[in-house]
């Protein structure tokens, strides 16, 4: 039990982390500066792919989690 509930913390935060430096990248791409001073439409929108990209991380190493359980369980 203890190993479960240190692998799910660490590929939680290696799919929050890894998503939301996905998230940054892609804003920089698209101009958009996370930390520019002020809150305009440019800093707004690098917020919002930061978030979105740390939360499809997060829900991409969930899933992952669950489908290597759900194959320990398959086998005998």
């Not at 913390?9 to 990248?25: H, K, N, P, R």
Request: cysteine-free; charged content about 15%; glycine content about 22%.
């Amino acid at each position: 039990m203890k190993n479960n509930l240190w692998l799910e913390g660490i590929s939680d935060a290696i799919g929050f982390t890894g998503g939301a430096l996905l998230g940054f990248g892609a804003g920089q791409l698209l101009g958009l500066d996370v930390f520019a001073s002020g809150y305009d439409a440019n800093s707004i929108g690098g917020i919002v792919l930061v978030g979105l990209g740390g939360g499809a991380g997060l829900q991409l190493a969930r899933r992952w989690r669950s489908q290597r359980e759900t194959n320990a369980k398959d086998k005998p």
